[in-house]
Each structure stands twice: as C-alpha cells, then as structure tokens.
C-alpha cells in the first residue's frame, strides 16, 4: 500500500486527536477502585430529611459534618438542595439528635452589631464540592470559603477568609436544629487556641429525654476575642487577623468533656487536613469495594454506589473510642461501659438508629452478606440496650428507647445474624432477650412512641383472639395503631422467633410462636380477597375500600399490605384460591402500579393527584417492598424478573437531587434495597430460617464481585456472571453455579458464603 505525504499527515492529526480524547476521556472517568467519584450525595437532597444527606462522615459516624441549609423540624431539615442559604454547619444529623452548630463569618463595621441573629450566606451549587468524607462550599455573604472533613468522631473544617474583615466562628449552640431545640449551650475558653463546652437537646415525641452533647474545640492559631451574646447565649470566637487560613478541630462525645477531649487525641493529633481527606476516601473505599461491578452505563453505576452508601451511614454510633456510652433506659442518665478485649479495646460500637421496620427485606441481605462485621455490631449494641433496660429496642436514640414504629422489628434482624453464623455466642441469651418482647411486658404491647403506656399496641387481642381489632377500644395510645398491619407484623415476627427457638431446641416455644404466625389469616376477608381489619367483636370493617390509605394498615393501605406474609406466601396463595390465582392478582396490581411509576410519591404530588395515594404497589415505603419477588413463592419466576427490573428502572434509576427513592429513605433501607434488586439477589423472610435462601431477581451489571469477609465467611468472593444483560433481557434463560446447573432460582447462603461463581444467561 502506498502512503503519500499528505497521507501520513492526515494519520498524524488523527492520532493526536484521538489520543487528546481518550485523554480527555479518562480524566473524566474514575481513579480504578476509587468509589467514592461514583457516589452522588446531592441525590434526592430536594425532598431529603435531617438525617438523610451525608458528606463529611465516615461509615456510621458519631460526626456527620454538613451544610444545614433548613433547620425546622425532622422531615425536610438539613441539607435541601433548592435552598440557597446556608444557616450553619453541625455536627449531628441522627435518628431524632442534632447538635453542635458552627458558621464562620467576617466580622465587618455593617454586621458587628446583629451578627448574632442575622448570619445566614448565600451560596451557589457551581462552586459546591460534596464526596464522602468531604464537602466545600463559598459562603459568599462573606468571601470565604469553607472546607470540611471528619474522622469517626472530629469534624475537621478549614475556613479561608478574606482580606478585608475580622475572621471569626459564631458558635450557635442554642438553636432549633432539626428533630430538636438545642439549649443550654456553655463553653469556655481554655488557654488560647481551645474551647470546651456542652449543649443539650431538648426532648421530642420520639425522644422523650433530654439528651447531652459535650465538645472540645482546637484551633491552629490564636482566639483574639471570645464573645457570648447575652440574648441568645450564644458564642463569636474571633481569630487572629494576622491569619487568613484556620483550621478547626471539633471532637465530640456523648459522655464528658474529658472523653470528647480523647476522642480527638486519639482520632485526630495532627493538623493535616488533606491527610484526613485521603484517609476517609481510603475508609469509604474499602466499604463500597466490598461490592465490584462491570457493565451498564456510567449513570447506572453511580446511582449504585450511591445507593450502596446510604446504608452505610444513617445509623450513627454515640460511644467514645473508649467505650464508654450514654445510657437513657433507666431514670436517671447512667455512662456506661462497653466490655474490652484482650487489647484493651472496646469490643463493639452503640449506636444511635431509627426502627428496623421494613429491615428484613434491605440491610438484614446486604449487611449480613456483605457487612457481616457491621451486622455483629448491632447486634451487640442492640443486645446492650436489653442488658441496660430490660428490652430489646425497635430504634433507640439518645441511649434510650423510642418505640419507633411497631412490634419486635429487631427479632428478624439478630435471627438473621444467628442463622448466617454472624453471631455464634450466647445465642441462648438473645433468644431469652427476643422472646421477652413477644410476651406481656415485652415491646409488641407498645405503640409507636408509646413511652408511658402498654395498650396502643393491641397485644393482649392478638393473644387471645388471634388478631389486633381496628379500632383498638382502649382508645389513642401512641401511633400506628393500625389493627390488620399489628396483626401480619406479629405474625411474621413470631415466625421467625419460632426458628430460632427451632435451632436451639425449645420445641414448645417454637410450637407457640409457630402457631402464632398463622394469626394473619385471621385478617384475610376471603369474600373479598383482602386483608381487611377487624373490630374488637371480630365483625369486617364496613364500607371496606382495600385503596384507602391507613385505614387500618400502618402507612400502606389493604392492597399494599395483602402481600405482607414474608414467611408463608403459600398459605396466603390458598386463602386467594391457588397460587394461580394469585399471581393473576398481583400482576393486575402491578399493572395498575406501574402507570403511576410504582410509587406514591411525596405529599406534594399525593395533593395534586390523589391517585397516588390509592396505588396498589408503593416502592417508595416498606410496607410493599418484597412484592415483585413473591411471583418466586407463586411459581412465576418470570413475573418476579419481569417487575423487579421494571421497578429498578421506573423508581431506582434517577440521579438528580429531584428524584432518587420517591418516598421514605430510612437510613438506608431504600437504597440497599436498590442494591439488592440490581444484583438480582433478594430474601423474602429476611433471611431467617436455618441456612437462608437467597431468590434470584434480574440483575443489571455485566459483573458482579462480592468479596466475603474472611473473618467470617470461608470464601474469597462470591461472583455472579452475567450473559446478555442488556436492559431490554431481563429473563434468566438459564442459571449455573460453578458449573453445575441450577434447580430452580435460589441458592443457600452456605453456598454463597464459600465462594464461587453463578452464571446466569439472560433473554426475553
């Protein structure tokens, strides 16, 4: 072939221009294995709530540093993307606490007088950075700009100030703030580079108990003033003018001043903010690797990363790096100890965390096949709760119970953990534990947020009718006192209690607690093929209408919650006639769902279309999430891979803080729900029988690579294989594992955990 000058030119040009764009190109691309490029935090920060949006924190930590842009209120408080205004950044954005309010301002001539009171800045999404372990704004009120970062336990900020002003922080330690009333706020001044001090949360409906944070305050340059306004009672700490760059160490405890003082010496002993940086993405690296992908588009595996983050932070821990911890469950606030290990170290973390409720279907698969050492960790603390009070709590706060949401959400949890081998020891003991909450005395009797009282749960009914009436006749006693959704929960829960009375041989507990769980047909209106409530005379409720929304079932309505039988879909199936019939019904359901996108929306679209409201499926809540894969137990696989991948891309797909979970993201319970219904692997009863079963859905990637924690699993790594995933082959054709084909579509979690490989070969 012959090559001419002009030619050679012209495959010059071409080749620099090519290699500029692959240039180009990858330098959009993540660093390989760095994550946290993939996660998008802004991510449904438009209809976020106090504890929903993270940025500097590490996995489940004491400190969530970030901006506050709303501070009214739990629900649409914190970080809200529409709003433009920054009114401080805090420390604390937790289940029901918040505390520790800080805001760096330039004092000048016009603002000395009401800085106090009108501090608020502007600022603008353009100049905004927000990874995990990091987030930097420009308060530009002021010109300065803001940079922020934490260890488990210290927020790290560096503020860079203008030329012109006097830099200084106002602490605003009396504040509304989110879910409560910050008050009391003191601190003081030690030497001239430090301050201690200590705030109080005022009580809530949910936390009944006031509740203390205390803090030590490092700077790396000099207080020039301190200032505490006499009408608010709050704090300007002015910085040497001489220095336009501070940095700020704020360590924090729920104990002492003296253990916030060695949370930070041992957490934080050094000035090295991008160190601090480096070292968070390297944590939040290491959690999200756990889980490794190939395939689907550059949108897909962001929105999965960031999915996978969110259970990985909602959840906070309140114990001291030295074990010591808040607890509220007695009369008077007690600092408790965490047993130590032979080195001296604390053997687990307390936490502070909203309900498990709906948690059997999300966090109960994903931590305890990819976070078993997270999984034991609640466990313990949950278990230290009963040691303390006396009951294993549904979501504790401020060391002490709420009684969030309804009956014993907990049990599915730690039974899971026992059954997968997570929690090999004193297993007798958590069963005695869990049993007391299925028994008079235990939290089954109590309401959501039932604090005084015992009778808003219905218990005594369930016991000796076999099912919870609505109304309940002793009137309003807490909230959720919705009588067919009690019934079903007890249910399902005394079902799994009753196999880990299975596995430790109390055979007559496990024939009580079994025969307990078919309490939920009690509440199945053959002639109408609903779940349908009860009143205390055991009559159908009149002018039944399955669509109404909390008409007897807890933030659901009949339709959703018919399907909320996780441990005998097969029994449900016989009371509607076979499972034929069955999935005949539910399939109806998801057609009527899926022209409303599968969700009801939030209150806004709930007003301007009430339709939403009566949808017959809602994956923007718990109540309904597992019903595309109870086609499994109907013998309709198909319709199971069919509507999940239709779910994953109507309601799970979106990245953009308008659009994320359509409804209610509780710590992570949506987003590992997402995570699972993209990897195709899913447990109807949470994972609580012996050696649990995992149903295969219709994944989305290429590849899918979970590595297995060696400390508890014998395998490397679990990998599923993908043939043909394209978006429109959501059909599993065939499946093998290791080679050797699969009988039907499940696996056990004791092939899993010893590593392998399941091909899947996908079609329509």
């Known amino acids: 072939m012959k090559i001419n000058q002009a030619s050679i030119f012209f495959l010059l040009l071409l080749t620099i221009f090519t290699f500029n764009s692959c240039k180009e190109i990858q330098s959009e691309n993540p660093k390989p294995d760095n994550f946290v490029d993939l996660v998008y935090p802004q991510l449904d920060s438009e209809n976020s709530r106090w504890f929903f949006f993270s940025s500097a924190s590490r996995p489940f930590g004491m400190v969530n540093l970030s901006p506050d842009t709303e501070i009214d209120g739990a629900w649409g408080s914190g970080y809200r993307h529409k709003t433009d205004t920054i009114k401080g950044f805090s420390h604390v954005h937790g289940w029901q606490i918040s505390g520790l309010s800080v805001m760096p301002v330039s004092i000048t001539s016009e603002n000395e007088t009401g800085v106090f009171k009108d501090f608020y800045s502007k600022f603008n999404h353009q100049a905004e950075k927000a990874s995990p372990g990091y987030h ?19 927020g790290f900020h560096k503020y860079s100030f203008p030329s012109e002003g006097s830099p200084a922080i106002l602490f605003n330690l009396n504040t509304l703030l989110g879910p409560s009333e910050n008050v009391n706020g003191k601190m003081e001044k030690i030497g001239n580079k430090i301050l201690t001090g200590e705030l109080e949360m005022s009580p809530t409906h949910r936390r009944p ?54 949370n930070m010496d041992s957490e934080l002993n050094h000035w090295d903010f991008q160190k601090v940086v480096d070292e968070s993405e390297e944590e939040w690296n290491g959690f999200l690797g756990r889980i490794k992908i190939q395939g689907g588009t550059e949108t897909q ?16 821990v309140i114990s001291d790096i030295n074990g010591a911890y808040p607890d509220n469950t007695g009369d008077n606030l007690r600092i408790g100890q965490i047993p130590l290990d032979p080195a001296g170290q604390p053997k687990f973390n307390h936490y502070n965390s909203d309900s498990f409720w709906g948690a059997q279907w999300t966090i109960n698969t994903l931590w305890g096949l990819v976070y078993p050492d997270i999984m034991e960790d609640f466990v313990h603390s949950l278990i230290q709760y009963y040691r303390d009070g ?38 007798e003991f958590i069963y005695q534990a869990l049993k007391k909450n299925h028994m008079p005395g235990g939290i089954m009797e109590k309401a959501g947020y039932e604090h005084k009282t015992a009778l808003g749960g219905g218990f005594k009914y369930y016991l000796n009718n076999g099912f919870v009436p609505y109304p309940i006749p002793e009137g309003k006693f807490g909230g959720h006192q919705d009588g067919a959704s009690l019934t079903m929960e007890y249910a399902y829960q005394d079902w799994t209690l009753a196999q880990l009375a299975k596995k430790l041989g109390h055979k007559d507990d496990y024939d009580v607690f079994a025969l307990r769980s078919y309490n939920y047909q009690n509440v199945f209106d053959k002639v109408s093929g609903w779940m349908r409530p009860k009143d205390v005379e055991g009559g159908w409720l009149e002018n039944y209408d399955p669509y109404e929304h909390q008409h007897g079932f807890i933030e659901s309505n009949g339709a959703q919650s018919t399907w909320f039988v996780p441990h005998d879909i097969g029994g449900l199936a016989n009371l509607m006639g076979g499972k034929s019939k ?12 899926e022209k409303l996108g599968f969700t009801a929306g939030n209150s806004h679209s709930q007003e301007l279309h009430p339709e939403y409201r009566r949808i017959p499926i809602n994956y923007g809540n718990q109540p309904s999430i597992q019903t595309a894969f109870v086609f499994n137990q109907l013998d309709r696989p198909d319709l199971a891979q069919f509507w999940s991948r239709k779910v994953v891309d109507k309601v799970f797909s979106g990245l953009s803080p308008a659009t994320g979970y359509n409804g209610d993201e509780d710590q992570g319970l949506m987003g590992s729900l997402s995570v699972l219904m993209k990897i195709g692997l899913f447990q109807m009863n949470g994972g609580t029988e012996n050696d649990p079963v995992y149903e295969l859905g219709s994944p989305i990637f290429d590849t899918i690579e979970i590595s297995l924690h060696p400390q508890y699993y014998k395998g490397n790594k679990f990998t599923i294989k993908v043939k043909n995933s394209d978006m429109d082959n959501w059909l599993i054709k ?29 079609g329509q």
Do not use: C
């Open 136 to 154: 930097l704004v420009d308060l530009e009120r002021y010109g300065i700009s803001a940079e922020l970062t934490s260890t488990k336990r210290v």
């Open 209 to 262: 108990k006031p509740f203390k944070l205390f803090f030590k305050i490092e700077f790396d340059s000099e207080i020039s003033a301190f200032v505490q306004d006499p009408e608010t009672g709050n704090y300007l700490v002015f910085m040497d003018e001489k220095n336009r760059n501070v940095l700020m160490k704020a360590s924090i405890s729920y104990t002492s001043v003296e253990n916030a003082k060695v």
């Open 301 to 316: 595996q962001r929105r999965f990363y960031t999915d996978l983050w969110h259970p990985l932070q909602g959840r906070r």
């Open 390 to 427: 006396g009951l294993v709590p549904r979501g504790p706060s401020g060391g002490n119970y709420t009684y969030v949401m309804t009956g014993a959400s907990s049990t599915p949890f730690i039974v899971s953990a026992i059954q997968k081998g997570i929690i090999k020891e004193d297993t």
């Open 582 to 593: 069955a999935a005949e019904k539910l399939n109806h359901q998801f057609e009527v769902a």
């Open 734 to 762: 065939s499946s093998s594992l290791d080679g050797k084909a699969l009988n039907g579509f499940t696996v056990r979690h004791s092939q899993i955990v010893k590593g392998g490989e399941l091909e899947l070969e996908m």
